[in-house]
Each structure stands twice: as C-alpha cells, then as structure tokens.
C-alpha cells in the first residue's frame, strides 16, 4: 500500500481530505491524517464574539465530524518531520512513513515575540481575538469596559486574515454606539502598513472609511515593545501611542514543529512553489493553506482556491506525470463594515482589488469595494458554506482562478 | 522607467524608483541614493548590511526581511532602524540597487 499523510486537520487538511478520499483508490493508496486537537474552530467566527454577534458555541465542532470512513485520523502533536527519510514522529511515539505529504499545520500567534506584550497585562488590559480563550476573556472585558482609549495594533505582516483588524474596528465602532458610549471611546488603528490596507486601491476606500467612522489612523508604526506599566506601546524609533485597551495582532507565525524540522523561514512558513504548491525542496511534499510562505492572503477562501489546484497537482505527482495547475493568488473576502453592512474584495497575485461586480451564479451579483447590507449576508452566509461545503470539499460556486468579469480598472 | 544621471553614469530606474537592474550598482550610486533616502555618510556598516542585501538577493531572489537580519545576527533591529530611519527594509533595498521588497496581503 501507499502512503498518502496530511499533517493538520484544520481548514485545509480538512477540505483536501475530503477532496482525496473519494478519487485515491483504496486498494492502492492509504490515508493518514494527523492533529493535536480534538475540536474544530471555525476561525473567521472569532471575530464576531467580542461584541456579543457568535458565542464560543457557535464556532466549534468536533473534527471527527468532518472525517470520513474508510481513513485513518490520529489525535497527537506532531514531533518532528523527517523529509530527507519520508516520516513523520508523532509525540504519541508514532512514526508514520509516507509515499506524499501534505503539509497544512496552519499560521498562530506569538505575542511573546513582542517584548513586554505576554506579560502582567496578558489579557488583563491587553487582549489578541485571534484564539478562542483571546477573543472570549476580550468579550468578557467589553461587557463592562465603560470607555477610553482603545487602541488596535499590528505587530509584523504577514497575518492572517488581513482584513480582520480591520473588521474588529468598524464593528467596534458600531458595538460602541449600539452600547451608548461611543462618545467616551477613541479608537486608533496602529499598523505597520503605510495606509489601512496593502494594495493602493482598497487602502484609499478604506482609509476613508476610518475617517468617516472617526477612526484614528496611524500608518508605518513597527512595534518593538509594549510598555505595560505605562500602558503605551513604543516603536523601534521610539514613537510611543497610549492605550487605555490595547487589542494586539501579534506576529503571526507557522508551527514550532516547522522550525524543530528545519523546512521553514524565519517565520517558520514553509518555502513553496507559489503555482503548484510544490514545497521548494522535498518534490514529494506538498504545502497548503496557512503554512506556505506564498504571497497571498492566509484565508480560508485562499486555502479553499489552493486545495483546488493541489487536487489535481497532488494526482498528477502520483501518476507521475508534470505539474500543470497553477495557483494565481486568488483571495475573496467579505468585509464587515458594521452596522449590518460588508465590503467584497476579489484579487490575486498580479491584480490588486478593484470596483465592480461580482457576479455568483444563484445568489450574486455582489458589490466590490463598496458597501453593501448584500456583502454582510454573504459574510453571514459563508459560515454555513464553511462547515457545509467548504470542509467538506464541495465544489463552490466561485472559480478558483480570479475572473476580470464585472471588475472596473 | 526612466533614466537618470547618477554618481557620473546614466542608471534606469523602475516605476517605485528602485533600480531597474541591479547589477548596474557600485558604491559611488549607493552613495547618491542615500543622501536621496536622507542618509548623508554612507557608513562602513552602512555599506556592510548593504552588501548583505545584495547577497541574500543573489542567491535567494529577494532581500531579507527584518526579522530575518535579527535572527541570524547580522544587525539587531533597533541598531537597523537607527542606520536607516524610517523604513529600514525599504531603504536599504534602495540603497542595494535591488527591487522595491513585495509587500504580503
Ligand atoms: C480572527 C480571524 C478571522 C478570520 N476571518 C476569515 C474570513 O473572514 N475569511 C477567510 O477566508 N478566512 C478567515 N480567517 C483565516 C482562516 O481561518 C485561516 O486562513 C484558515 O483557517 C487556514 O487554514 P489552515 O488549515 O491553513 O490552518 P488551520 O485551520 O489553523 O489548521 C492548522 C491545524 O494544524 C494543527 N497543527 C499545527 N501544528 C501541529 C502540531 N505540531 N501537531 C499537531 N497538529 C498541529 C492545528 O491544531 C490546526 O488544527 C480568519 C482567521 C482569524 C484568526
């Protein structure tokens, strides 16, 4: 028998699971797919917890729900990975041989990269949404927070999701008025970037967005530590902002596990063919979703576009046959803007997010770069898309190429 | 593009100003495009983490990133930010003759 192992069962483990099982020949091939956790976050929901919209409940399912029968599924932390002699060690002592390998070990925080942020104040006046035990103690503090300053920063690109910052401020400025002390709260958007986004286009949109919801900004800040004491968070040139809350993004970063393997950079994101998805070293090991060092987004709906082309890729590799699909850095996000309303944006590799139309067959068109109450039910909607049809590997009504349709340049 | 003249030769810029080919470099340049960037002496170290850039650059295909410099101990980050103010990744690609660094979505 071969061996196919997928290393992670989060967002894109899952989805290439799914995607595999049913076309891998059972009589040839066996699949193995391993994670620490018992529990599946669905991610993009932790964002909504802190102003009361999900409660942790709404976010988790077991992961052996998204099995399917017929493949092996271990629970443990993976050890180390051994590339040079095709296996794998699992903490449970374990050691798994593989003919391919799928690497999907995801991106997570460390705010003790940051001097002085994982310190006294760790969650006590200084909160990340970017976990679950983050976003929940954050949502226990708002319920009682009665104004101030409230300052969210960025530590390092990249991050996941990279509009949730973002998101986390429109909707703060809506939960405030909603509440009756946004009149008591400043907020100031703290980022490294030199505007509110990356690209120029969506940056002026939403740049003017913070303005119009009175939104300080405060662009090409790099933080090199947090004063606690003094709560004011200084740069590496010494400019200091004062917070009375600080809600922090910290450095986004792949598995320890990467960097005890020695497959990562300095980030421990592994290098990766950004159009096949073909690690960069090992031609039998495959990287997907969060993980890669690619230059797109770290999304779900990028994980999802990936997991198309790997599909065919990963099978062509088995055959033996050359890599033909190739991966554009597609990205699709909504946007809440608060107050009921979201934003689209649509892009890849070589084509920044632009106005128009987004045209999806059954329920489109919807509005891109502006808002719209139409872009906040397609955010709604996509958690019932994510545990549905996403994880479960079914084909999306979204091309996993970028389309020019509709779009404005 | 756009040509212009610079330290006695003609060099051809790209859209973002960053050199257009990298290989056109030599000190004497570096020195202009710094006092451009407000660095008036191009120190020693200045010219040692320039340098370095253009390595990582030859062998790998881009400039390495800060914490990248940090890490393997070539210049800590506070000492970076005092050589070169104000966006030191983005200057000292500059001043190397390299690409503008790819900003990550
Ligand atoms: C606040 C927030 C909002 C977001 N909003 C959106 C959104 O609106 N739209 C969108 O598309 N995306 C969004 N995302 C991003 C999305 O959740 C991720 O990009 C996606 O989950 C990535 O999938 P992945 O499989 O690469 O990583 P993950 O889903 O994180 O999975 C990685 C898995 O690997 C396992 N693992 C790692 N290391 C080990 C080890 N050593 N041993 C065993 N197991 C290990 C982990 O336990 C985990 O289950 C958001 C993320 C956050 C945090």
Known sequence: MKKLVILGAGTAGTMMLNKLEPVLDKDEWKITIVDQFETHYYQPGFLFIPFGIYTPKDVVKPKRDFFPTGIEAIQSRIEIIEPDKNQVKLENGTVLNYDFLIVATGSKINPAETEGMKEDMWRKNIFDFYTIEGTTALSKFLKYWEGGKMVVNIAEMPIKCPVAPLEFVFLADWWFTEQGIRDKVDIEFVTPLPGAFTKPKASQVFGDFLDKKNIKLMPDFNIARVDHENNKIVSWEETTVDYDLLVTIPTNMGDDVIERSGMGDELNFIPTNKQTLQSDKWENVFVLGDATNLPSSKAGSVAHFQADILFDNIQSAMDGRPLKAKYDGHANCYIESGFGKGILIDFNYDTEPLPGKFPLPGVGPFSLLEETKMNHYGKMMFRWMYWNLLLKGAELPIESEMLMAGKRA | ?105
């Open chain 2, 1 to 105: 593009m756009a040509s212009r003249e610079i330290a006695g030769v003609t060099v051809e810029f790209d859209d973002d100003n960053f050199m257009a080919d990298h290989t056109a470099w030599n000190e004497a340049i570096a020195a202009e495009l710094a006092n451009e960037e407000g660095i008036e002496t191009l120190t020693d170290r200045h010219i040692e983490i320039v340098q370095y850039f253009r390595n990582e650059f030859e062998s790998i295909g881009t400039a390495p990133s800060i914490r990248k410099l940090n890490k393997s101990g070539v210049v800590p980050t506070k000492e970076l930010y005092q050589l070169f103010p104000g966006g030191p990744a983005k200057k000292a690609a500059r001043i190397a003759g390299l690409k503008k660094p790819q900003g990550c979505v």
